[in-house]
Structures are given as structure tokens and as C-alpha cells.
């Protein structure tokens, strides 16, 4: 699935769930707080999607930007004993995205089960990349909450 895919897809997404959001084109960005920047949006704000191999099976991961990953935490939710990131290689051939592009939405965008952290829901708005690096979306968390079908679990680290 190419960028514009991915991007089509998470568009009729959010539109047949009758969700508002808003679009921002930038240049492309590599790191969470490039994106920020480049969206004019707080780090916090932001949702980072990181797919991961949990034992043998791979998930999607959405984190707040601004935090960093829990890996105990996050193998005791995935009832995993090993995780690790996926690959470049395997992210590509799962979902046909490069890194720093993967929407935070599983099904019927990625078909990967999803896991949200906890935090996410701590502000009003959230922001991501949407299918590739020069494409991001701002949208209300509730409706991220209502809409997403995630597993609703803590992944990142504490302050």
C-alpha cells in the first residue's frame, strides 16, 4: 500500500464515522518533534504509531510523542516475552509505509491489532503523520477514542 493509500484510507475513515479533522501538508519530517514543529502543534499532542514484533506476532503501538516507550510495560500488556521493533523491511511489508509515516489507526486502515496508551487521552487534540511524512492530521482525541478500536492499555514510560 503506497502513501496515498494509506492516506485515502484513513480520510474515508474518519469521514464515514463522521469525524472533523484537519490536514496540514509540511516538509518531510523524520522525528516526532519535527513533526510537531512542522504542524505548529505542541510535542505533547502528538501520537507516535510504532509497530512492533511481540513474540511472534506483530502489533500497532500509539503513544504520546512526547514519551517514550515502556518495553515492560508493554510486554506485560501484550502478554509477550520479547518485543522489538519491526524492521524497515518489515514495516514496509506490512503495511507499505516507511518509518515515521504509520497512522495510529489498526483496522480498516492497517491490519494490525491495535494498543493505545493510557496518556493519549489526556489532551484535547491529537495530531500524527497520516500515510507519509509531508501529511498530517489534527483531530479531536474522543473521537480517536471512539472510533479507533484499540486496546486501551499503558505503553510509555512515566515522567
Given at each position: 500500500?503506497?502513501?496515498?493509500?494509506?492516506?485515502?484510507?484513513?480520510?474515508?475513515?474518519?469521514?464515514?464515522?463522521?469525524?472533523?479533522?484537519?490536514?496540514?501538508?509540511?516538509?518531510?519530517?523524520?522525528?516526532?518533534?519535527?513533526?510537531?514543529?512542522?504542524?505548529?502543534?505542541?510535542l505533547?499532542?502528538?501520537?507516535?504509531?510504532?509497530?512492533?514484533?511481540?513474540?511472534?506476532?506483530?502489533?500497532?503501538?500509539?503513544?504520546?510523542?512526547?514519551?517514550?516507550?515502556?518495553?515492560?510495560?508493554?510486554?506485560?500488556?501484550?502478554?509477550?516475552?520479547?518485543?522489538?521493533?519491526?524492521?524497515?523491511?518489515?514495516l514496509?511489508?506490512?503495511?507499505?509505509?516507511?518509518?515515521?509515516?504509520?497512522?495510529?489507526?489498526?483496522?480498516?486502515?492497517?491490519?494490525?491489532?491495535?494498543?493505545?496508551?493510557?496518556?493519549?487521552?489526556?489532551?484535547?487534540?491529537?495530531?500524527?503523520?497520516?500515510?507519509?511524512?509531508?501529511?498530517?492530521?489534527?483531530?479531536?482525541?474522543?473521537?480517536?477514542?471512539?472510533?479507533?478500536?484499540?486496546?486501551?492499555?499503558?505503553?510509555?514510560?512515566?515522567?
Amino acid at each position: 500500500m503506497n502513501d496515498t493509500r494509506v492516506l485515502d484510507a484513513v480520510r474515508e475513515f474518519l469521514n464515514s464515522a463522521g469525524v472533523t479533522f484537519r490536514e496540514k501538508q509540511h516538509q518531510p519530517t523524520f522525528t516526532s518533534a519535527e513533526s510537531a514543529e512542522a504542524r505548529g502543534e505542541s510535542l505533547s499532542i502528538g501520537a507516535k504509531a510504532l509497530v512492533v514484533k511481540a513474540d511472534e506476532r506483530f502489533c500497532l503501538l500509539v503513544l504520546p510523542a512526547d514519551r517514550k516507550l515502556d518495553s515492560r510495560a508493554a510486554r506485560r500488556n501484550l502478554n509477550a516475552k520479547k518485543i522489538r521493533f519491526a524492521s524497515a523491511d518489515e514495516l514496509r511489508e506490512l503495511t507499505g509505509l516507511a518509518p515515521g509515516s504509520v497512522p495510529p489507526f489498526g483496522p480498516p486502515v492497517l491490519a494490525l491489532p491495535l494498543y493505545a496508551d493510557t496518556l493519549i487521552c489526556r489532551n484535547e487534540l491529537m495530531a500524527f503523520n497520516a500515510g507519509s511524512l509531508t501529511d498530517s492530521i489534527i483531530m479531536a482525541t474522543a473521537d480517536y477514542r471512539r472510533i479507533a478500536s484499540a486496546t486501551w492499555v499503558d505503553l510509555a514510560e512515566a515522567d
